[in-house]
């Protein structure tokens, strides 16, 4: 198994000098079609940096979010239950498509996207909480929520595997780990439009646009036990039993 060095903490989880250019040649920089939508060279720091900038757009087009993929978030997260984690929550868009019982916890990386999370929280009238954390080491125990779930997000996580093994360490064994994600449609025109776009996407969102959702949660050794897919491939959602004993985590 892939040796994974889990954080300190969030803000010494990046060299001092580590940014958005730094991991990158001067033929790539100057390019804004590189390859890094490919091998994913975006650093956590990164991430947090174009999600600052894309906050309130995020926040203006929420509406717009819940018309394009609210039905497939409600029918990949309404069988939810007990103490819920939602591994990079964002601006919380899954929390109204929840069951009521539902206890939320949300964490995600991104200060401004918190914020929108809470106040929907708040908006919504549910108890729960969100909290700053890296969905790679996350900071709670063992087997601790009944239901983790996480929707358009292994797309942007640095180390996607990690992130995944950890939603599997800290859901019970006897629960379920839900995924609602997007990547390479099936259909060939379209993908070939995805490839078109994924590198300048990337650096302008941080997301891997033609990433294959099921080969990632593969790698990251989550026994899958449902899958459907919608729109051409493009979003697929995911069932996932929490890997047994042997296999759960990553090697701290
Ligand atoms: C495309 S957005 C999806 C947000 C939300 N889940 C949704 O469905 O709208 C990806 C999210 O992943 C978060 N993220 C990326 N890497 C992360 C990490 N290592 N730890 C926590 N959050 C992370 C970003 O801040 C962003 O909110």
């Avoid at 069951?99 to 919504?124: K, T």
């Avoid at 939603?167 to 259909?187: A, F, K, Y």
């Avoid at 300048?200 to 099921?214: D, F, I, K, M, N």
Wanted: proline letters at 6%.
């Amino acid at each position: 198994m892939t040796r994974y060095e889990p954080h300190d903490a969030l803000e010494s989880s990046q060299p001092p000098d580590s940014g958005p250019t730094d991991a990158r040649s001067p033929d790539e920089v100057a390019s804004p079609h590189t390859e890094s939508a490919k091998t994913g060279t975006m650093t956590l720091e990164d991430v947090q940096d174009v999600y600052a900038r894309n906050a309130p757009w995020i926040d203006r087009l929420g509406w717009l979010d819940h018309l394009l993929t609210g039905r497939y978030r409600r029918r990949q997260f309404d069988s939810a239950e007990g103490r819920v984690l939602d591994v990079a929550c964002g601006s919380g868009s899954n929390f109204r498509y929840l069951p009521e019982a539902a206890d939320i916890v949300g964490i995600d990386i991104s200060e401004p996207l918190i914020e929108q999370a809470r106040a929907e929280l708040e908006a919504l009238d549910r108890d729960g909480t969100v909290e700053r954390m890296d969905a790679q080491a996350l900071e709670f125990d063992d087997d601790s929520f009944d239901t983790v779930i996480s929707s358009f997000s292994t797309c942007t996580f640095p180390d996607q595997e990690a992130a995944l093994r950890e939603m599997g360490r800290v859901c019970q064994p006897d629960g379920q780990i839900l995924l609602l994600e997007h990547g390479r449609s099936d259909n060939p025109l379209l993908a070939r439009v995805q490839e078109w776009r994924a590198d300048a996407h990337y650096e302008q969102s941080g997301c891997r646009l033609t990433q294959e959702p099921l080969e990632v949660v593969d790698r990251a050794g989550l026994p899958v036990a449902e899958v459907e897919t919608a729109q051409f491939g493009r979003i697929t959602g995911i069932v996932c039993e929490p890997p047994d004993g042997d296999h759960r985590g990553v090697d701290r």
